[in-house]
Every structure is written in structure tokens, then in C-alpha cells.
């Protein structure tokens, strides 16, 4: 009597995690794992050099790598025999990814014979006429047609599992070795589905003057697979690579479990080629579906400072023809703009480059609690540069931007007056306002008067820095003349 595999379902939809549950006809010769190392871009792309042992015969062997990443790009896949990298050739590679899921089995045994148990335990066999549209259509022996919905069906039982499906994906090789015994073989390929980026957590000091950093990597595995006891590389910078193909399987849905390491592990930093690389000193699991994090830079007592923007101007883009609109450029804006700005120096207490990723800055209350007073994002950021943070909008400063003069003296010059009013309503604190002006109506400019000393920042823009009395309201003013061509 013919032995038969049991799937248990409530549901047509919980079908697929069932059908994971059947294992191969064939053993698939995975091959003893000897080490595997992962280089991890912060793209979205890995690669993967994964090193085995496998027993071979003099002449053709069939070799099959599982528990390869489902994401992987297969195009990108290199086979080398460490062993005996002369004697072994490759004579044909595949990468097999016809999985085991409920639409492959039921796809697999149309007009074969299959099993159903309802839920209130009836049983129907017949031969399966269609699996689609959540029911599934039997002929049984006397040439009756059943349908069954997928609401009420308990168990599918199928014979056996189908010759080709896998439940793993896997690479398959057929190789030619010159001498029988164990190889060590190395498989190196790209894949997606795993990445890594910089987390960064700042305590800003109650004075504003100086912050402690720690910075996290963080890495998030949804490759299809896991990578254990890995030697971990992570690689900063803007690699360019094609657009990714399309992968040939899809992961199914799954939680993201995250894990951070308790105790910082030591990072290692260099330069390579034109990007910094970061070396976990230690192996690492990664596993499928998890964010692991580990500490790789932090420092203490970092010189810090605090300083406001009013930017109320309009967003400039380029000069392309001179614009005589009288209301042009009038925004209504009135959020006075907070950032903290630092060194990544060696002499400022970090020394150290910085990834991009995400910053979030702290700073304790009276109470000595720490509450978030500002997140953002930091591009890569080589030692010595200034990091700057944009934190949010300052509650008690004001800002206030009006045009008080327009006059068109001629076809081809206009004369323009700006009133600005910077209002500070803290109680005791003195803050200095930046105020970025952009002259946007042509490239020939001229300030003609201005109450406050201001700096010429490039071809466009002048910026005022003024100092507001706690309580007390400051006002700048200027004139500005364009002329072009007639």
C-alpha cells in the first residue's frame, strides 16, 4: 500500500506554510560547511563567499549548494575548487527554485488523484480537475464533479511529493574532477535582500556645548537564508551598480526579529579603494529575517554648539529669466529652524568617519531623563569634516518676512526692499539668528542698503547673523537692485 503525505490546513491560505513541512524525494548533498564570509554594501546588496567540503568522484558529480540566499542573482555566481582548482571544471551550472508551495503541488497534480478531508471530516478522492480560485474541482470515479471551497477543507493529501520541487533554493552543479575525494569549494555571488546602515544616538549636553556619541551598525537579513558564525564586512560609500534584475523567487512574508549584541564588539576601520570598510573582528550569525546591531564608534565629551536659521525665502533653483513679478517670492513663513553642529576630528574628541544613517539627539530634563529633541539623517561624512542637523523648529522664536518697497525703474531694473523682524520670546536666553537670503530675480544684483552687516555665501545668496535680546525684537532690512540686458 502506497504510503501518503499529510498537509494539515484550516484554510486553502494557510496551504503554503504547510506544504514547507514535505521534504525532498532526493538527500540533497549540501556539503559540510567549512566558513562563509559576507561583504554587505548599504544598497541592499551582499556578497557572499560561502566555502564547503564536498566528497567527490574521479569524473562527472552532481554537486547541489543549498541554504544559497532566495534573493540571490544568479548571473553573479562563481564555482572555484579550493582543493584542486586545475583538475575540477564546471560543465553546467542551474539554479533550481521551483519550490515547494501549494499552487506548484496543486499545478503538479492536475489529472492525478488526491485526497480532500472536509472540515466536518468528510473525505473525497478523486482526480483534480482545477486548484484555482480558492476552491478545488474533483472527478470522482463515477464522474461526478465536486467542488470544494477552501473554507472547508481541513486536510489535502497528496501521494507523494512531485519529481523537481525543492524546498530550498539551490544551486546545482555538474562537475568534472580529475581525482576522487574531499574539495573544498568556494561559491562567491551577489544577492539582495540584506543590508546595512549606520544608527547614531547623541546626548546633547543641558549647556548645548558638547555631546556623547554612540554610533550602531545595523544590519537587516531578509536574503532567504542565514549566515553562520560569518565574517562580517561592511562597505560605505555610493557603490554604482545596474539596476537589479529580477529575482527568480520571492521571499514569503515574515516578521523582522532585532537583535542587538549587549557588549560593544570591536569594529575595525580602513580605507578601500574609494570607500571606508568596517570588519566585525568576530564571527557573527545573521540570521534570516532578523536586524542585529553592534556598537562601532562612540566618544564622549564632543565639542558641540546649537545655532537657529530663518530661511523664508522661496526654493531657488537656477536663474532662468529675470523675474519682474511684483509677489513673487512671498512665503508667509514664520518657523525659526534649530540645529546642532559638530566635528568628526580627531582634536574634537571623535576622530572617526561616519556613514550615513540616522541620528537621533537626546538631552536629559531636570529629572535626568533622557527625552528626544530631534532626529534626522547624515550623509557619509569623512573624518574631520562638520556634521550639521537639522532638529526641528524653535517653539519661542518668530520669524517675520515682508517686501516693503517694489519698484520697476525701467524695462530691465528693479529695485526691491525686505523688512525682517526676529522676535525672541525666551526669558532669559540671547540666541543668534541665521538669516539666509536668497536674490532670486536675476544674477545682477547690487545691495544698495542693509541695517546689519551681512556675508555674501555664493553667486545668489547674502546671509544676516544677528543676536536677539531675550524678550526683544530685532530688525534687519535691505534694498537690493537688479539690472539685465534690454
Same mark, same amino acid.
Given at each position: 500500500m502506497k504510503t501518503t503525505r499529510v498537509l494539515q490546513v484550516t484554510a486553502l491560505a494557510a496551504l503554503l506554510r504547510a506544504a514547507l513541512l514535505v521534504g525532498p524525494v532526493a538527500a540533497q548533498e549540501a556539503g559540510e560547511r567549512a566558513d562563509v564570509a559576507v561583504t554587505i #554594501?548599504? =544598497?541592499g546588496t551582499a556578497l557572499v563567499q560561502d566555502r564547503r567540503v564536498f566528497e567527490l568522484d574521479e569524473g562527472e558529480n552532481l554537486v547541489n549548494f543549498t541554504d544559497v540566499a532566495s534573493s540571490i542573482d544568479p548571473t553573479s555566481v562563481v564555482l572555484t575548487?579550493?582543493?584542486?582548482?586545475?583538475? +575540477?571544471?564546471?560543465?553546467?551550472?542551474? #539554479?533550481?527554485? !521551483? %519550490?515547494? !508551495?501549494?499552487s506548484a503541488l496543486l499545478e503538479r497534480y492536475l489529472d492525478e488523484q488526491i485526497e480532500v478531508v472536509a472540515e466536518d471530516g468528510t473525505e473525497y478522492s478523486g482526480w483534480l480537475l482545477s486548484g484555482r480560485g480558492g476552491t478545488? &474541482?474533483?472527478? =470522482?470515479?463515477?464522474?461526478?464533479? &465536486?467542488?470544494?471551497?477552501? !473554507?472547508? &477543507?481541513?486536510?489535502?493529501?497528496?501521494?507523494? %511529493?512531485?519529481?523537481?520541487?525543492? +524546498?530550498r533554493p539551490t544551486l546545482r552543479w555538474l562537475?568534472?574532477?580529475?581525482?576522487a575525494g574531499e574539495q573544498e569549494i568556494?561559491?562567491? #555571488?551577489? +544577492?539582495?535582500? &540584506?543590508?546595512?546602515?549606520?544608527? #547614531?544616538?547623541l546626548l546633547l549636553a543641558t549647556d548645548n556645548r558638547s555631546?556623547?556619541?554612540n554610533g550602531w551598525v545595523t544590519l537587516t537579513n531578509t536574503s532567504g537564508t542565514t549566515y553562520t558564525d560569518a565574517l562580517v564586512k561592511l562597505?560605505?560609500?555610493d557603490v554604482n551598480r545596474l539596476p537589479e534584475p529580477q529575482m527568480m523567487y520571492d521571499l514569503a512574508e515574515a516578521e523582522t526579529r532585532v537583535q542587538a549584541v549587549p557588549a560593544a564588539s570591536p569594529v575595525q576601520q580602513r580605507e578601500f579603494y574609494e570607500y571606508h570598510l568596517y570588519e566585525i573582528t568576530r564571527p557573527v550569525t545573521v540570521g534570516n529575517n532578523e536586524t542585529k546591531q553592534v556598537e562601532f564608534v562612540s566618544g564622549t565629551g564632543i565639542p558641540a554648539s546649537t545655532y537657529y536659521v530663518y530661511r523664508a525665502g522661496i526654493p531657488f533653483y537656477g536663474y532662468r529669466s529675470p523675474i519682474i513679478d511684483r509677489g513673487y517670492g512671498q512665503t508667509g513663513i514664520t518657523d525659526v529652524q534649530n540645529y546642532l553642529e559638530f566635528s568628526t576630528s580627531e582634536e574634537d574628541g571623535l576622530g572617526a568617519d561616519l556613514p550615513a544613517g540616522r541620528i537621533r539627539v537626546y538631552q536629559e530634563d531636570i529629572d535626568g531623563a533622557a527625552l528626544l529633541i530631534g532626529e534626522n539623517r547624515?550623509?557619509?561624512?569623512?573624518?574631520g569634516e562638520k556634521v550639521e542637523i537639522y532638529l526641528g523648529n524653535a517653539f519661542d522664536l518668530v520669524g517675520e518676512r515682508r517686501q516693503t518697497d517694489f519698484r520697476l525703474l525701467s524695462s530691465n531694473v528693479i529695485e526691491e526692499t525686505y523688512e525682517i523682524r526676529l522676535r525672541n520670546r525666551k526669558d532669559e536666553q540671547t540666541v543668534e539668528i541665521r538669516v539666509p537670503e536668497t536674490l532670486f530675480r536675476w544674477s545682477n544684483w547690487e545691495i544698495l542698503q542693509a541695517s546689519h552687516e551681512y556675508e555674501k555665501t555664493d553667486s545668489s545668496t547674502i546671509e544676516f547673523r544677528v543676536n536677539v535680546e531675550p524678550q526683544s525684537e530685532t530688525v534687519i532690512t535691505y534694498t537690493v537692485r537688479y539690472t539685465w540686458p534690454r
Open positions: #554594501y548599504n =544598497q575548487s579550493l582543493t584542486d582548482p586545475e583538475g +575540477t571544471v564546471v560543465l553546467e551550472q542551474n #539554479y533550481v527554485y !521551483d %519550490l515547494v !508551495d501549494v478545488i &474541482i474533483l472527478r =470522482q470515479d463515477d464522474g461526478e464533479v &465536486i467542488v470544494i471551497s477552501s !473554507d472547508s &477543507i481541513r486536510d489535502l493529501r497528496f501521494p507523494a %511529493l512531485p519529481d523537481g520541487l525543492i +524546498t562537475l568534472s574532477s580529475a581525482q568556494e561559491l562567491t #555571488y551577489l +544577492t539582495g535582500g &540584506i543590508n546595512w546602515t549606520a544608527d #547614531y544616538n555631546l556623547d556619541l562597505v560605505a560609500g547624515i550623509d557619509h561624512t569623512p573624518e
